[in-house]
RNA sequence: GUGGAUAUAGCUCAGCUGGUCAGAGCGCUACGUUGACAUCGUAGAAGUCAGUGGUUCGAAUCCACUUAUCCACACCA
């Protein structure tokens, strides 16, 4: 048998392991041709090909990695299929730049030459961010990997467009969309983050046209004014109703318009005149439609000013603002400037201020989608985790707007629409057509715009799995069991796929929604790229270890929460790694003379601490289950953690020294190398779906084991092995251990030292104790343990303790301190008594005695009963010493 | 404006459906190299569970309000 290093070095073991299980193939899901196994499966959230692997990624991926590995032990036919995101916008900025660099402007080298140019890109970069996911043990079935723009996720894109047509779920039309005059392209709603700024309000004179004087608006666009098309004023405003149908000349365009009244406009608000500017803001989009207003177009695509703007054409939006202002000021039309604090909307992309623009775009008609996408929530056929995100959800499914799907890009899903140049006539095909199915003409043109990247991700899942075909894999595998996200896309991602889902495949894509919450800095701050405060999860990963990264990750997590990222934590978790690599050396190390092959079954003999053993691993194992099925993976590594630690290493490897270490009696050295090996083996089994690498390292050393841990069988519960008297027992022995120790510590006894020790007890405890004489007498050393009845003689100079009625005592003649002893009993006493008061209080109050359950009652008077006796005994103890 | 989250030991956080729940890790104190582990062991100190009120026999746990911090959505030109 081979022996373990002294310390466990990650770095040797995890690029070994991971290659063996993709070299086996055990990623992928078992074959099941007579169709007789339960699935499970989750569909990755696609890295964006562009993507770093962040904690983000590193959580997320763990989570679901966590649940795969978990139910494919359960004997589930699991897969977790893997793939990237093109990421339309991202993409393209990162190949215009990487051909700026080369001196290339993306324009000469045209649409084709430059999709070939990102290609490339994808081909040499595409794959970094699943390498990276590969570093942290992902268990994702490789061979299943897909990619947005790949063959089958295109046709499922082109399919779902044209039967979204041809319901008329999706329309072209003349509408108000953001627009970032940065990535040139159009965004959805969603894409556009609101930043409050400090801006100012102008308020500015408009001179009637048939009467002396002026009105006054405000605006924090002065720009716009050029575009200025009405004014509106609330119907019921009393100062301004005579003025309603009143025409004023737009300054500095000498443009007439005329002052009409709308339900938007807030009396209170400003001077409760607002300037429409149709072409450029949403409100006045709606109203202008209300009104039949002209749209006037002022600042074009790169948010310069446009020809209507006059004489401001050419000019950048914001330059342009400055001049509009001097000019007023000159005019003597600017009445006054305030400071004002308003929400300004950027590109989520690039920051950039949309400019709200009138263009001809793709919409899909959300109403008749997002109908069953709420049903689907409201009656709990898609379950969100933790439960407030479906308000979330709801919130914006019950209000949601239009979705804008085309893109002014290159990169990304061409929308399959095709014009006929001669007679304007709309096709949309699967394939290109030969000529024009109205005139036959063949003078065609496809659109430029390419679609909403979020578009081909609403099917991801289950374009993934073979849609439109109907593929073995989507009907073992859709719908899925589970998405595992961040709250970050909710509505950009999750939403999507469930009405897509269900419009689709008249299923919901998933049945649980697990959101999890942020990974923070250590001061709570967002991780960002312009903070600097990114923490590499590969670099981690090199230094601790993917399992203690892992680990980490969960630790302490909570459904929904975010948590904070310490270095701390990392080393707590790798010092767990190490101590589990410690116990199974210790294991190995007494397995020289040792067949497991060869154990009988009536060579066991097994003792309390082997029964105590078995039964708490499978209380374990339940409370794993337990926590994994809601989601609480906090717990389950705090179950892990505290039974390897506290009870494997720190107890039951120590009860079972003793026996190892001696020769005497075989079959009590088998027992022990039986149990101490076989709970190994399965704490290795309970671990391994969130530490998978040290727990296949070990595994594979441990004798009797056979192929790969993550294709073993979960440790089943079974009830037999709830053994809860032997917990009592061993509970009494642990504690009386403590007690001993205690003392020993306090009264400053050599901890190396054997002492006597004396414990008096009711025959019923003092029988347990008898039963467990070995270990207290090892695990507290003490030499000739002493077990009697109670209401003995008790030897002078002795130091006491009361534990679950059983009285500790400690003859340590000559070292104990008297006055430091009887301040301990008099503390002690003081604690007794508060519990005494605590629980006469409890029984003295009748509403407890008759409403509370009865087993409550009756556990308050046993406690009673034992503080009572507990301290009378302390009492005793006193006078005797003071005599 | 609407909705939500968080507030528990010096620090970071658990505490699920109200009754040994006042916990863990780190840090701290005292001992310790006992034949797996100093990436360790043993023992210990430490909290009016943000505040106020309510429901209840009983509340860190449920309800209301208050305070503080944070987030999402919606925005008023």
Redesign the pocket.
């Known amino acids: 048998m081979e022996n373990l290093e ?4 990650p770095a040797k073991a995890e690029d070994r392991w991971y290659n063996y299980w993709m070299e086996n193939n055990y990623f992928a899901p078992a074959e099941d041709p007579e169709g007789e196994m339960d699935t499970f499966s989750i569909v990755m959230p696609p890295p964006n090909i562009t993507g770093q692997l962040h904690m983000g990624h590193a959580l997320d991926n763990t989570l679901q990695d966590i649940l795969t590995r978990w139910k494919r032990m359960h004997g589930y036919r699991a897969l977790w299929l893997p793939g990237t995101d093109h990421a339309s916008i991202a993409t393209e900025v990162k190949v215009v730049d990487k051909l700026k660099s080369e001196g290339i402007e993306k324009d000469e080298v045209g649409r084709e030459g430059f999709l070939e140019k990102a290609w490339e890109w994808k081909e040499e970069y595409g794959d970094q961010i699943t390498n990276q996911l590969k570093k942290l043990g992902s268990s994702c079935d490789w061979s299943r990997e897909r990619f947005t723009m790949d063959e089958g996720c295109s046709e499922a894109v082109k399919e779902v467009f044209i039967k979204l047509y041809e319901k008329e779920l999706i329309y072209q039309g003349d509408y108000i969309v953001n627009w970032c005059p940065s990535c040139h392209t159009t965004l959805s ?2 894409e556009v ?2 930043e ?1 700024k400090e801006g100012k309000f102008y308020h500015i004179k408009y001179p009637y046209k048939d009467r002396e004087g002026f009105i006054t ?5 002065p720009e716009t004014m050029l575009g200025d098309t009405a004014i509106a004023v609330h119907p019921s405003d009393e100062r301004y109703k005579d003025l309603i149908g009143e025409k004023v000349i737009l300054p500095l365009m000498d443009r007439e318009i005329e002052i009409i009244a709308d339900e ?12 429409v500017t149709p072409a450029h ?3 006045d989009f709606e109203i202008g439609r209300r009104h039949d207003l002209e749209v006037i177009k002022v600042i074009d695509e790169d948010a310069n000013m446009s020809e209507n703007a006059g004489k401001y054409a050419g000019l950048d939006r914001y330059e342009c603002r400055k001049k509009v202002i001097e000019d007023l000021t000159e005019l003597g039309l600017l009445i006054k400037t305030e400071d ?1 604090v ?2 300004v909307g950027e590109c989520y992309r690039c920051d950039t201020v949309i400019e709200p623009l009138v263009s001809k775009q793709w919409f899909v008609k959300m109403k008749p989608l997002a109908e069953p996408a709420i049903e689907a929530v409201k009656d709990g056929t898609i379950k969100f985790v933790p439960e ?1 995100f479906s ?2 959800y709801m ?2 499914m019950e ?1 949601i707007r239009d979705w804008c799907i085309s893109r002014q890009l290159w990169w990304g899903h061409r929308i399959p629409v095709w014009y006929c140049n001669n007679c304007g006539e709309v096709i949309v095909a699967r394939e290109e057509p030969d000529e024009c199915p109205s005139c036959q003409s063949s003078n065609l043109k496809q659109d430029e715009d390419v679609l909403d990247t979020w578009f081909s991700s609403a099917l991801w899942p289950f374009s993934t799995l073979g849609w439109p075909e109907s593929t073995d894999d989507l009907r073992s595998f859709y719908p899925t069991d589970v998405l595992v996200t961040g ?2 896309i909710i ?1 950009f991602w999750v939403a999507r796929m469930i009405f897509m889902g269900l419009e689709f495949m008249d299923q919901e894509p998933f049945t649980d929604v697990y959101i999890h919450g942020l990974i ?1 800095d ?1 001061q ?1 701050r ?1 991780m960002s790229k312009s903070l600097g405060n990114g923490i590499d999860p590969l670099e981690i990963v090199e230094k601790y270890g993917a399992d203690a990264l892992r680990f980490t990750l969960i630790t ?3 459904p ?5 990222f ?1 270095e ?2 990392l ?2 978790s ?2 767990f ?3 589990i690599w ?2 199974s ?2 294991i190995l ?2 397995m020289e003379d040792f067949e497991l092959d060869q154990v009988e079954e009536n060579d066991l003999k097994p003792t309390l601490a082997d029964r105590w053993i078995e039964s708490r691993l499978n209380t374990v194992a339940n409370e794993i289950d337990e926590a994994l099925e ?1 989601y ?1 993976f ?2 389950m590594a ?1 179950s892990l ?2 039974f390897i ?2 009870e494997f ?2 107890w039951y ?2 009860l079972i ?1 003793a026996r190892l ?1 001696q020769d005497e009696d075989p079959d009590a050295k088998l027992t022990a190398q039986y149990y101490g090996l076989t709970v190994l083996e399965k704490i290795l089994r309970l671990l391994h779906p969130v530490m998978p690498f040290i727990t296949e390292e070990i595994w594979q050393k441990l004798p009797g084991t056979d192929g790969s841990i993550m294709n073993s069988d979960w440790p089943e519960k079974t009830e037999s092995d709830t053994d809860i008297v032997s917990e009592e027992k061993m509970q009494l022995i642990m504690n009386v ?2 007690s001993i ?2 003392i ?3 009264m ?1 006894v ?3 030292k054997r002492i006597k020790a004396l414990l008096s007890a009711g025959s019923k405890k003092a029988e347990i104790l008898e039963e467990g004489r070995e270990y207290i007498e090892n695990l507290a ?1 003490i030499k000739n343990l002493t077990i009697e009845g109670e209401n003995i003689d008790k030897p002078d100079k002795v130091s006491t303790a009361i534990v679950n009625e059983v009285e500790v005592i400690l003859p340590l003649k000559g070292m104990i301190d008297l006055d430091k002893e009887l301040k301990r009993l008099e503390k002690e006493i003081e604690d007794v008594e508060f519990e005494i008061n605590r629980a006469k209080g409890k029984l003295n ?4 005695v ?4 009865e087993h ?1 009652v009756e ?1 308050e008077k046993k ?1 009673l009963q034992e503080y009572k006796q507990k301290k009378e005994k302390l009492i005793q103890r006193l006078g005797e010493l003071k005599d």
């Open positions: 002294k310390t466990y070095d709603d969603i983050e609101h409050e608006v405000a605006t924090t666009r938007y406009v807030d009396s209170e608000f400003g001077t409760g005149m607002v300037k803001d949403p409100n004002h308003h929400n407030r308000k979330v919130n914006w209000n709250r970050d509505f923070r250590s709570g967002k302490g997590n909570t929904g929460n975010d948590m904070r310490r701390e934590r080393e707590a790798r010092n790694a190490n101590k410690n116990a050396r210790f190390m007494n809601n609480n906090g717990e705090g953690y505290d630690w506290n290493c720190d490897i120590e020294k270490y251990i403590k120790r205690n020993r510590n306090e400053k050599n901890p190396g050393r109050n009748e509403g407890f008759n409403k509370a359950p409550l556990a406690k």
